[in-house]
């Protein structure tokens, strides 16, 4: 199974969890301080991901992480259930998709806009009223800066892609001149 299949499960799950007990935005700011936890330590990352570490070691480490941090019920047992199947080690990627499924269901759309220079904040009102008539849905723009698309912008949303690139405007032209 790959990964984005198993954020993708787990993260609706927690979802579920969190949104029947009305327990969101802690769980949703305790969920980002593991992820980010687990990311900047590779010690954990060894601990969590090696499958030749004894499961009891690991129970160990991870009760006493709990027992220093104190999360909520819920953010516990959800990382004793991630360790119990042996999904720890992909909590940054579950937590990515945890976001994005509570998003999804406080109908909120992610986009993304890459583009070549800094986006005023006229032009980005302008996007986000766009993509919001377009989606029927609140939008929350991620923006970036790549200067290799010369011009225009990229923007996504979910697996979307409205590429309105110089770059790719280019490339296409010179596909249609080298083909007839």
Known sequence: MNTETIARRYSTALADAVLA??????????????????????????????PSIAYESKIRVLDSLIAKV????????????????????EIGEIND????????????????????????????GEFEKNLEKLTGKKVSINYS??????????????????????????ENLKEQLVNG
């Open 21 to 50: 007990a009305g327990d969101t935005a802690t769980v949703k700011a305790e969920l980002a301080d593991w992820a980010k936890l687990f990311s900047e330590s590779t010690d954990l990352q060894t601990v969590f991901g090696n």
């Open 70 to 89: 104190k999360p909520s019920k819920t953010t516990a047992n959800f990382l004793k259930v991630l360790l119990q199947n042996g999904r720890l080690a």
């Open 97 to 124: 998709r945890f976001d994005s499924v509570l998003d999804e269901r406080s109908g909120i759309v992610s986009a993304e806009i890459v583009s070549a220079r800094e986006l005023p904040g006229s032009e980005r």
């Open 145 to 170: 800066v790549d200067q290799n698309l010369i011009g225009g912008v990229v923007t996504r949303i979910g697996s979307t892609v409205y590429d309105g690139s110089v770059k790719t405007k280019l």
